[in-house]
């Protein structure tokens, strides 16, 4: 590979999954760069992730900041400071702001507007391209959302990996099954007693004694209680890791799992990551359609009452009623039989897949209503993003004239991509 021409600088600063979702914009760009030839890619990143960030992308220069964690503002203004003066060193031929928050528009404004893709300030103003402004047009109804953020993100590179070579295909790796014991929001996460019992019926598919319950400290007391649920020959058996690794030694215990039962998308993009099949719960805000594990060899069991997906900022006004759907007998047959048994309403299962746009969800159990739609929006999608495939299929004008405005291709300054076609 010859010497990279140029370098490149990703912003992200928000947490272990999106770290992770960017892997397939971070790859493209060490292999492509912004004009078709290798770049150093630079990644800055909060401070806490920095050194799990070296890890995953090697040959990736790390800058961090303190983000996250509720530091003092005059301290955490004085190391976004060091870091920005380290990124002066480098004369960046483009600048990747793929977050919409307040910490990374400011950081933006140390740079050229002209450098930045995604979000931005312009004379003090808040300002997206043209790929950030069509995003959220798909996803004012989140129901048909038809990109997965992985490949949206990927999306600002003018060349792009194959869907393929981001991860690998998932496989047993030998060592049973584990268990995240609980996501980062409440409301995202069956009870302890419930997911054991799904823990249970996954468990048998892999020799049936070994368990591995992952997690921070602050789950230690909900992975006790999902032990205590536990059949016997299964507690008896089971390692707590709760609180007990760092992020490098959790990938290195997800990494030789069997399988991976997740409600946490963090663990869930990791286990993706290292090739280990993933059972995914999706409740509440998640929504498999948007954040789902990329790659094949993965099921995801979606819950979709017809509130489905919410916002997990405001209050849920029908007493969560997505996860009741998962502690019923019948779910639970339904997991047993992979998809076989009558479904329960208001679930559907999903395996992972993809396609020359990037990962989708593909149906095995239970209905998907928005399916129609979703396909329309992403056979524009495809096109938009040069998909070849996509271009087989009939252009769709009442979805393109939905999708897009005029604005996207007739003015300046759009921050446009000429090499699109709309």
């Not at 007391?221 to 690794?245: V, W």
């Amino acid at each position: 590979m010859p010497s990279p021409a140029s370098s490149v600088l990703v912003i992200q600063l928000a947490r272990l999954g999106d770290l992770l979702q960017t892997r397939r914009l971070i790859l493209s760009l060490m292999r492509y760069g912004d004009a078709g030839e290798p770049a150093q890619v630079h990644l800055l990143t909060d401070a806490s992730l920095a050194d799990f960030a070296r890890a995953v992308y090697p040959g990736v220069t790390v800058h961090g900041l303190p983000a996250h964690g509720g530091a003092d503002p005059g301290a955490v203004a004085g190391l976004c400071q060091t870091a920005l003066s380290g990124l002066a060193a480098y004369d960046f031929a483009r600048v990747y702001n793929i977050n919409h928050s307040p910490l990374s528009l400011a950081l933006s404004a140390y740079f050229d507007p002209d450098q930045v893709a995604g979000h931005k300030l312009v004379r003090g103003q808040a300002h997206k391209d043209t790929l950030a402004a069509l995003a959220l047009r798909w996803t004012r109804n989140r129901v048909s959302g038809a990109v997965n953020l992985m490949d949206y993100w990927a999306g600002f590179a003018r060349m792009r990996i194959a869907p393929d070579a981001v991860n690998p295909a998932a496989a047993p790796h030998g060592g049973g099954l584990g268990v995240a014991v609980s996501g980062r929001n409440a409301r995202r996460s069956p009870p302890p007693e419930q997911l054991a019992h799904i823990a249970s019926v996954l468990a048998a598919k892999y020799g049936g004694s070994r368990v591995t319950l992952l997690g921070t400290a602050a789950e230690a007391p909900a992975a006790r209680a999902l032990a205590k649920h536990l059949p016997p020959r299964l507690r008896e058996g089971a390692r707590d890791l709760t609180g007990k690794t760092g992020l490098l030694d959790l990938a290195g215990e997800i990494g030789g799992l069997d399988a991976l039962l997740t409600p946490d998308t963090g663990l869930m993009h990791l286990a993706a990551a290292l090739g280990a099949p993933v059972t995914a719960l999706f409740l509440s805000s998640a929504w498999c359609h948007e954040t789902g594990p990329y790659g094949t060899g993965h099921t995801i069991w979606q819950a979709a009452p017809e509130c489905a997906p919410c916002l997990e900022a405001k209050p849920c006004a029908f007493g969560l009623r997505c996860l009741e759907t998962l502690k019923s007998p019948e779910f639970l047959r339904l997991i047993a039989t992979e998809g076989r048994a009558p479904v329960p309403e208001g679930v559907a299962g999903y395996h992972s897949a993809l396609d020359s746009l990037g990962a989708l969800c593909v149906p095995f159990a239970g209905s998907d209503p928005a399916a129609v739609e979703r396909a329309r929006l992403r056979g524009l999608a495809g096109r938009f993003f040069g998909a070849g495939a996509f271009f087989d299929q009939a252009l769709d004008p009442e979805a393109a004239a939905e999708l897009f405005l005029e604005t996207d291709y007739v003015l300046p300054g759009r921050g446009a991509c000429p090499d699109r076609e709309y």
